[in-house]
């Protein structure tokens, strides 16, 4: 990647996912500020669009290198970036970036196969790499990134070894949309003791599909004032705590993602009697993208 | 209940749901035939307009008595018939239907409590009690309701003990019009080899909102050629299964309703190793309806 173009100068980093996309800009001193957050997210660009996009970044905020993570590198996205296999290294990841036009890099995704278990991540990544160069996730241990599909990863010697997705996100958001538990979806959700309750129950029992319609039975049948959205969402969250941590090994979680993601899925750890760190995802994103920056001098 | 209306003159049974209702005459001797299958649900009657539904019905087929089941007793339905506490027997439903007008009877549903546990049903009880009236189902022993919300019953000295529903057929239903599983659920789903292994992780695993995901994964990896659909649903029913049977006392299963369903139902019972009986749902409504007219004389 040479050209004009020098990444220890200074680049724009950009989280262009399935619907929305933000950019920073990183200066050359590592200083970011946001730069762009908007609705375009990948989805939105037409075909042949993403040069124009990228031109247009560009004139607004001077000819810099450009990092792009996230859902961009799919094969819904502007160029495919296949995925790197687990264990993945940075240096891996790093090798495997796509380049689509001068000093514009799409770094990929990770896969994860072993016999008949599957999994992908895209974008998630760049935050957990980001948190491990700075030292705020362990070199090996058990991380977590809450989010529509939560991933429980083990990282194994600074890579990211096998790991595991839960749609705990995707399903209270589908259920606060459609079905029979809608009206008891609508409050916002906090860590109040109907999310413990919920989260206790989906920590010590598998019956996740039942419980889900108990709500609804509680609540036609006047059963006790609950704050049911957060009862529902702390059972879906303990029964993806549940799930990673058999998945995983022991010691502290690392949770990486949006503080009010990581807070709830704290205080579920907490509930299961493992101890958490909580990094936020948009710094885990920037710490990241300037490590991976780092090795394209 | 009185006037010139005499159930053993033969009169009509109506199933009369959130978003269909389907009719029979029943006859004096005991023969049936439909007499209406439409999408007229309650939700679509405005307000007011049962009386003259029902005068339509009789208008078209005689002035005959009427009994009425499913969501048409709920709070969104004509008028409410308040939930029989479990242990339900079929005298003390019959002892609560709501009559609205002359000849004119709503069947109440059932509800269970037991300290946080809670859960409802509206609908089903009769196909419940005309199953057991001509033996097809045991007085003790447990019976499930496949469908939206499955239902598993323990039936003890021939009332309806503790139930528990699982949101196996909603969830299904949503993930299929929603979310990133869309795609993958559109095949009509078969009791094959797939259905076979979804219901056999189901069973085996509480894993469930990981492995939705895993469906996802393993099709972007390529990861081996499969019938999603009947995977998925496997999955659910496996994990219904699971939660049924941890519900439920030893014994056959009764399954009752949709032949569709309760032949996937019965393929999951057999790989956990328990015999199924399977009653059609409709006949079991009609041997229902009887068994109340007769007592209604």
Not at 255 to 272: F, Q, S
């Amino acid at each position: 990647m040479a050209g004009d173009f020098r990444w220890q100068d200074g680049f724009i980093a950009v989280d262009w996912g399935t619907t929305n996309r933000r950019a920073w800009m990183v200066e050359a001193d590592g200083r970011t500020h946001e730069i762009l957050d908007d609705e375009l997210g990948v989805l939105k660009v037409e075909n042949g669009g993403f040069p124009v996009e990228i031109a247009a970044i560009r004139k607004r905020h001077g000819d810099k290198p450009i990092l792009l993570g996230g859902m961009i590198g799919s094969n819904r996205g502007w160029i495919e970036a296949p995925y790197v296999a687990a264990p993945a290294s940075l240096d891996g990841i790093v090798a495997s970036i796509r380049w689509p036009e001068e000093a514009v890099g799409i770094v990929p995704g990770v896969s994860y196969r072993n016999g008949r278990d599957a999994d992908v991540m895209r974008g998630e990544e760049v935050q957990i790499f980001g948190a491990l160069a700075e030292g705020l996730a362990p070199r090996d241990g058990l991380l977590c990134h809450p989010g529509t599909h939560a991933k429980w990863v083990r990282m194994e010697g600074g890579a990211i070894g096998p790991f595991r997705s839960v749609m705990t996100g995707e399903l209270f958001s589908t259920l606060s949309r459609h079905g029979i538990l809608i009206d008891r979806l609508q409050d916002k959700v906090s860590a109040n003791d109907d999310f413990r309750a919920g989260a206790e129950h989906g920590l010590a029992h598998d019956d996740l599909t039942a419980e889900l319609f108990s709500i609804r039975a509680r609540y036609l049948l006047g059963a006790g004032e609950c704050d049911n959205a957060s009862y529902a969402s702390g059972l879906l969250i303990g029964a993806d705590v549940r799930i990673g941590l058999a998945f995983g090994g022991g010691g502290p979680v690392a949770l990486i993602g949006r503080p009010d993601l990581t807070a709830l899925y704290a205080e579920a750890l907490k509930l299961a009697g493992r101890d958490a760190s909580r990094i936020d995802g948009e710094h885990a994103f920037l710490l990241g993208a300037r490590a991976i920056a780092e090795r394209l001098r």
